[in-house]
């Protein structure tokens, strides 16, 4: 740690602390689905076209029960120039997102540095931060906690947590399996017993 690092720094620019060293892993889901809304957005930002190249559609959401097809609903109705939804890896959405975000030249992104403190004065706050060298302090006018579902701002900051726990009864799962699906249609089978959904992201994943 160099002392320049050891001084508790007045940021003049926007910066992103990442704890991960990498993107979420490829072969991962997670937040696998653009609706036509986040779509919009994506054109607005200017980097549509790369989630359009690299995305899989869907128009279509297929419900079945144990007897057969119930009902189709297609997107074509929707008032958007999107009309449909886009499958893409949370991976690939992180990559595009980041490199996009670097090429404005208004962003420091540091992957590898962990906020392990936050605190606030009238004025600025305050973070202390690890990264495999060391520790180092950050106070810049604002902040911005985005550290997902167990989020150390939220709770150094006093911020109630709204937590819905969906018990045993419900998984979201990455199955490796072959099957006969067709990847532009989500399949979901309301099985009175225990319903269920197949969801396309990347071959042989669902
Ligand atoms: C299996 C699975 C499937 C899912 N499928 C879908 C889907 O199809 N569609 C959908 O919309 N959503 C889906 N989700 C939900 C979606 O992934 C989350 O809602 C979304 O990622 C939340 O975004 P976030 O930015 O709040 O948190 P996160 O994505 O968790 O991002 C938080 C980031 O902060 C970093 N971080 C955490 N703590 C610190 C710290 N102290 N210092 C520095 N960095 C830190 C983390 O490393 C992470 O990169 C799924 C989730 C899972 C687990």
Redesign the pocket.
Known sequence: MTKTEQKSLLLKRNLV????EEP?PED??????WMPRGMELLDWLGIYSQFHKKGVFRGLHQFENQHGKLLEWSFDQLESPYQYSLQLP?HDTEVIFEDAARKTGMIEIRRG????EATQTKDNVIVKVQNKKGLYEISAPWGVG????????KSRLAIEKTWRDYGINSA???FEMDCHLSIDISNIVLDPQRPYGF?YFVPGRW
Do not use: N, P
């Open positions: 602390l990442e704890a991960r979420t991962e889901s997670r937040a696998i689905t949370q540095h962990k906020v392990i985005c550290d997902g579902a167990k989020s150390i701002i979201v799962a990455d969801f």
